[in-house]
């Protein structure tokens, strides 16, 4: 039997695989990989296997069993069909061993680090949104938390290293980078390899602010959803220049399914977002906390107005996209 290598962890029905029994799976009950639920990437031999939603870097497709090549299979977990509540707690239990929780103060990542009960870490520019309202959650959830100020000067030597390492270039994908880039740098600097953050939250219960003038809210969010991977995909180019993973509870299938089960009506109503996790929060956190709007963690960092600036100085002064262009042709000695 080759030695199996794993990134990430492994769950058959909401049991953790421990190391030495998933070697035993795979070299004696291989068809059981097709039911591997968890955020991984395995590799045996010439044979990989990953996640169904593909949340950890591999080099097979999301969801598929390879070998010398060839598809051998899909990875389709059983995922039971529980209360959003349920659904969430258990993603969160799932993944709170090790590692250390992202908390911007907001309701998604607030209440993973509540649910999860492990040292948090935010970040953000000097007298930001999130640094403030991040002290405040910590305080009031009774976590431990760093709080770590970002200065101009770093945003500037980071910025080229995260356009480099991310797929698709453009200002909204390299705001939310950014921030995770630090957040990653902490965690790798830490020994941590695990950061457990809040990411997809906003898609799944509709938080975005353009949600509450869409006519079609349904569609809107199916093809929101539908991106969740290339996020992923995102985040995870960043984490692995400090290596250390991103894990997302709230891309756990249990909790994509109950979501999926709730119409987009009840998500956004009455102008308020992301109701019904708002009503599964407010169980766990404070109230407040649980119903008070956020900004998103690029605008909410302050990073985004650092790079804005980064960009009128450097003589773009009405194209963002121009800026990250430039500096991207610069990164290929153009």
């Not at 598929?64 to 899909?74: D, F, P, Q, R, S």
């Not at 200065?151 to 995260?162: D, M």
């Not at 457990?196 to 353009?210: H, K, M, S």
């Amino acid at each position: 039997m080759n030695t199996v290598e794993i990134s990430g962890w492994v769950e058959i029905a909401g049991r953790r695989i421990p190391p030495e029994e998933l070697e035993r799976i795979i070299s004696d009950q291989p068809e059981l990989i097709k039911k591997f639920g968890g955020e991984f990437f395995l590799s045996w031999g010439k044979c990989c296997a990953r996640d169904n939603i593909g949340i950890i870097p591999g080099i097979c497709p999301a969801g598929t069993i390879l070998c010398e090549g060839t598809v051998k299979g899909n990875v389709l977990p059983d995922v039971p069909d529980l209360p959003l509540e349920e659904a969430i707690v258990s993603a969160v239990a799932l993944r709170s061993d090790e590692g250390i929780t992202a908390l911007s103060g907001g309701v998604d990542s607030t209440l993973i680090a509540k649910l999860a009960g492990r040292e948090c870490i935010a970040v953000g520019i000097a007298g930001s949104h999130d640094l403030r309202q991040a002290r405040y959650a910590a305080k009031e959830i009774g976590l431990p938390c760093s709080f770590i100020e970002i200065t101009p000067e770093e945003i500037a030597e980071a910025l080229p290293i995260v356009v480099r390492a991310i797929p698709e270039k453009n200002p909204v994908n390299t705001g939310i980078a950014l921030t995770q880039y630090f957040i990653a740098q902490f965690a790798g600097e830490h020994g941590y390899r695990r950061v457990i953050t809040g990411q997809g939250a906003d898609e799944l219960f509709g938080g975005y602010t353009r949600y509450l003038q869409s006519a079609l809210l349904e569609e809107d969010l199916a093809h929101d959803v539908a991106l969740l991977p290339k996020q992923a995909a995102r985040d995870q180019a960043v984490a692995a220049l400090h290596k250390t993973l991103l894990s997302m509870p709230y891309l756990d299938l249990r909790v994509m399914r109950a979501a999926r089960e709730i119409p987009a009506c009840e998500k956004v109503q009455r102008g308020q977002r992301k109701v019904p996790l708002r009503k599964v929060a407010e169980r766990h956190i404070p109230k407040e906390i649980a119903w008070k709007e956020k900004k998103a963690m690029q605008y909410g960092s302050g990073i985004w107005d650092v790079v804005r600036r980064l960009a009128r100085h450097n003589g773009f002064k009405t194209s963002l996209q121009g800026y990250i262009d430039h500096i991207s042709r610069l990164e290929h000695g153009h």
